[in-house]
Every structure is written in structure tokens, then in C-alpha cells.
């Protein structure tokens, strides 16, 4: 009994958390989520050197196991970007990148009850290192328009994330 009750209490803990209307609560333990892929780089500005970050993505296992049968993500879903810096200094090898200082967490939440248009994007970081324990979100036309145009399904990135985009 207490161990379900433990599993249950654990997802409740993986739903959107509000402190007020569309002003999301940063999700505590989404590293044990399922792990959808990871990329460097992809950045929105054309210029070489800027944003180029190494990003690891999370997702609810539920919503992953959803939308690999239906191909549409559950209500509900969140979607955790993490950002990291790129260090190079990775001695003893002698070149290559790895994921350095923590810069913050970026989220896609779907809850039509928080937004009209179904999807809400947050951003729990003012300034790179230092999170924030809430977040509200952005205008549509901030991040919902480049998603809903260019996320290969369902206003998300799959096309990105090989555990979500490959069949097997
Ligand atoms: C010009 C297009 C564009 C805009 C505008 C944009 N994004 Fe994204 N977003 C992307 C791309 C491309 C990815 C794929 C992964 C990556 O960037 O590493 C992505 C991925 C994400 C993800 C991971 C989940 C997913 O949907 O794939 C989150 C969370 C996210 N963006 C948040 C935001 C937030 C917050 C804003 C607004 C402040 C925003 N994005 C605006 C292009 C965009």
C-alpha cells in the first residue's frame, strides 16, 4: 500500500505545478524522467559563437510512451530543455566538448488551461546559472509560432530527439 501510494505521489509530482495562471513551478526531479535526446549548437542566431549550447531533453515517461503510440502528446506533457554551457578544456583528451556549467532549464507544457493556443513555453533563468522557482509564460508569438511552423509533430522538436523520433 505505501509503495503505491509512493508511486502515485511520484506521478502527481510530474504534472505542471501552477503558481498562478500560467505561471508555472519548476519541475523538481525531471532528470529521472525519460531522456529524449540531446544536441549542441542549434541556435536561433545565424552567427557562429553565439547560443551554441549543449541541450538534453526530458519528458514525462507516460507522455513518451503516448506519443510513440498516437503520435500526439497527452495533456498535460512537459517537455524540459536543460542547457548547458560547452567547456573544451576536457584533459587528458586532447580535444572535444563536454557539458560544463549549468545555465538553466527551458519548458514546454501542454494545458490548454493555462494557454489558449495549447502549448505554454517558460523560461526558468533570468540571467545563465541562477534558476527560478517560477515562470511565466511567453506571448505566442515569442515561441509557439517557430514551434507550431517547424516542430516535426505536435508543436515539439521530435525531429530532434532520437528516442522520440525513431521507432525503435
Ligand atoms: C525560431 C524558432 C524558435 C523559437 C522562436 C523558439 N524556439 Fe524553442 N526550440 C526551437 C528548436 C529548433 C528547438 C529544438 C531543440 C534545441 O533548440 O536544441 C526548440 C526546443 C525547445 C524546447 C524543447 C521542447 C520542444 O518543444 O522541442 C523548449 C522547452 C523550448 N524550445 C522553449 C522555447 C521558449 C521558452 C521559447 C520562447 C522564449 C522558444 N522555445 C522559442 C526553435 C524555437
Redesign the pocket.
Known amino acids: 500500500m505505501l509503495r503505491f501510494l509512493a508511486a502515485a505521489a511520484a506521478l502527481l509530482a510530474q504534472d505542471p505545478h501552477y503558481a498562478g495562471k500560467a505561471v508555472l513551478k519548476a519541475p523538481a526531479g525531471y532528470r529521472d524522467w525519460y531522456f529524449a535526446g540531446s ?1 549542441v549548437g ?3 542566431s545565424p552567427e557562429p559563437g553565439r547560443d551554441e549550447f549543449f ?1 538534453n ?1 526530458y519528458i514525462q515517461k507516460s507522455a513518451a510512451d503516448a506519443f510513440r503510440r498516437t503520435g500526439k502528446f497527452p495533456e498535460k506533457t512537459m ?3 536543460e542547457i548547458y554551457k560547452p567547456e573544451t578544456n576536457a584533459s587528458p583528451a586532447k580535444r572535444g566538448q563536454f557539458q560544463g556549467a549549468f545555465v538553466g532549464i ?3 507544457v501542454k494545458d490548454k488551461t493555462a494557454v489558449n493556443e495549447g ?1 505554454a ?3 526558468f533563468f533570468d540571467e545563465p546559472g541562477k534558476p527560478t522557482p517560477t515562470a511565466k509564460a ?1 506571448g505566442k508569438a ?2 509557439w ?3 507550431e511552423k ?2 516535426a509533430a505536435d ?4 525531429q ?2 532520437p528516442r522520440l523520433r525513431d521507432k525503435d
Not at 508543436?155 to 521530435?158: A, E, Q, T, Y
Open positions: 544536441n542549434i541556435a536561433y541541450k531533453i517537455v524540459v530543455m527551458e519548458v514546454a502549448w513555453y517558460y523560461k511567453f515569442a515561441c509560432d517557430c514551434h517547424h516542430g508543436n515539439v522538436f521530435v530532434f530527439y
